[in-house]
């Protein structure tokens, strides 16, 4: 007999092109539109699987799916949502569903879900939480929910994460995030920069001393280990750690215990251990400069956060945001034209959310109007890197010279066919170029930033002639 699967959506296109398509793979599907229809679908006999969405017209499907998640025997849940938050993603998680996708999904990759839940030898079940507070990750670009999706997946273990990701893309937020979410969120939560401490003192800082260690050491001190004791310890700019101390975290992640500078107890490492990093660790570890066996330590659960140029459909989401949280902290009230937004969504953020949010500080500050618009955000982005305040308009007129130079010098290039292959080799040199030179020759990272595959990339490399050493 084959499986039973649930879907509950009060979308009728998606009850339709899901049920086929599961009826394809070989299941046996039900329907249901609402949590009043599902009530009376779960009486006749319970599915293997639920797929339901969150929203219903009758309720909420993830807390009907806490419900069920609670009693004996509860069926595989599915999660769908067009809230594609983090806070959906870790509550479709704490009711013990086994995947959460969020709309627009792959049909294949919903199929592949249901194949693998019922391949699954048992299904985990986890209180719903009621907390619904405010959390610091915003967005919901695919990117974004690929992030959220890991996060929701390690809160509830102990997992070490690295996150990785250029400056100002939120690494401790999602840091932050995951200590808050987690069974340790009642703990502290002790952050060290190894880039701003000097190298003689990283180990002191990281597991204390004991008095009279070194000079000036006139009392014993408690290091971030011992601070964070309980809770999560987050390293941030771990590639900036000198090896020596490199050396000193490895033997602590293998044993699980340290010892103070200057003392001879051993302590307990009771941490979560979280690390970020704006480096490319790889080429750390070719190079020398980072030990890989602390690598492979460190990047149990990787996390790459991406950069705002790379999830432009979140720009105006992230600058409201930072606009009301200016307004809570006493600053006037603003809202954004949409010239203002189509300006910002333009820029290219090298600083990125961190850029932005300062951006939007300085506007609620500094405008005079309750609407700020387009000219005060050109004014603000002054002369930092941008794709351009006029990014159509630039790049219309930049191609029309550039025929109109042909037509002057290359007659021939207008009627021969060769046109649009020499103009669009124009525009992917410097814009190959230029982005492997932002990703340091990393060819995979810029691949991904241009939406290539590194392969593609590699063939455009060779026919055009481009060193990415640069």
Not at 262 to 290: K, Y
Request: hydrophobic share 45%; aromatic share 4%.
């Amino acid at each position: 007999m084959s499986a039973d699967i649930l879907v509950v959506d009060d979308d009728a296109a998606i009850r339709t092109v899901v049920g086929q398509s599961l009826k394809r793979a070989g299941y046996a599907v039900r329907t249901a539109a609402s949590l009043a229809e599902l009530r009376r679908e779960l009486a006749k006999r319970r599915p293997d699987v639920l797929i339901t969405d969150v929203v219903l017209p009758d309720g909420d499907g993830i807390e009907h799916a806490a419900e069920l998640a609670a009693e004996d025997g509860p069926p595989a849940i599915i999660v769908l949502s067009a809230r594609n938050t983090l806070a959906t993603a870790v509550r479709a998680t704490e009711v013990g569903a086994y995947e959460y996708l969020p709309k627009p999904f792959d049909l294949d990759v919903l199929t592949d879900a249901v194949r693998a839940v019922l391949a699954r030898s048992a299904t985990v079940c986890v209180e719903a939480s009621e907390e619904e507070e405010r959390l610091p990750l915003i967005g919901r670009s695919p990117a974004m929910q690929e992030v959220y999706r890991i996060i929701a997946r390690v809160v509830s273990n102990d997992l070490t994460v690295l996150v990785s990701g250029e400056s100002g893309t939120g690494k401790e937020l999602v840091a932050r995030a995951i200590h808050d979410l987690g069974r340790r969120r009642l703990a502290p939560f002790v952050a060290i920069n190894m880039a701003a401490i000097p190298r003689e003192l990283i180990e002191a800082e990281l597991f204390g001393h004991e008095r009279g260690a070194f000079t000036g050491a006139a009392a014993r001190t408690a290091g971030r280990f011992e601070q964070a004791a309980g809770g999560t310890l987050f390293l941030d700019e771990i590639g900036d750690m000198p090896v020596e101390a490199q050396t000193r975290l490895l033997r602590v992640l293998q044993s699980g215990e340290f010892n103070t500078v200057g003392g001879a107890r051993a302590i307990r490492a009771d941490v979560r251990i979280v690390a970020a990093t704006n480096r490319d660790l790889q080429q750390a570890v070719a190079s020398g400069t980072f030990r890989e066996d602390l690598y492979y330590r460190l990047n149990v659960v990787p996390i790459v956060l991406p950069a705002l140029r790379e999830r432009r459909q979140d720009i105006a989401m992230l600058a409201r945001h930072f606009l009301d949280r200016a307004a809570e902290d006493g600053l006037p009230h603003k809202a954004l034209h949409d010239e203002a937004i189509d300006l910002l969504e333009a820029h290219d953020w090298p600083g990125n959310v961190r850029e932005l949010q300062n951006m939007m500080r300085r506007c609620a500050a500094l405008s005079r109007d309750a609407v700020i618009g387009a000219t005060e955000i050109r004014d603000g982005l002054g002369s930092a890197p941008r794709l351009s305040d006029t990014p159509d308009v630039a790049i219309d007129a930049a191609i029309r010279a550039r025929i109109e130079r042909f037509a002057r010098e290359d007659p021939r290039a207008l009627d021969d066919g060769s046109l649009y292959d020499r103009v669009i080799a124009e525009v992917e040199r410097p814009l190959i170029e230029a982005m492997l030179r932002r990703h340091g020759g990393n060819q995979l990272r810029a691949a991904r930033a241009m939406g290539l595959n590194r392969n593609t990339l590699r063939k455009r490399l060779d026919v055009l002639g481009i060193d990415p050493a640069g």
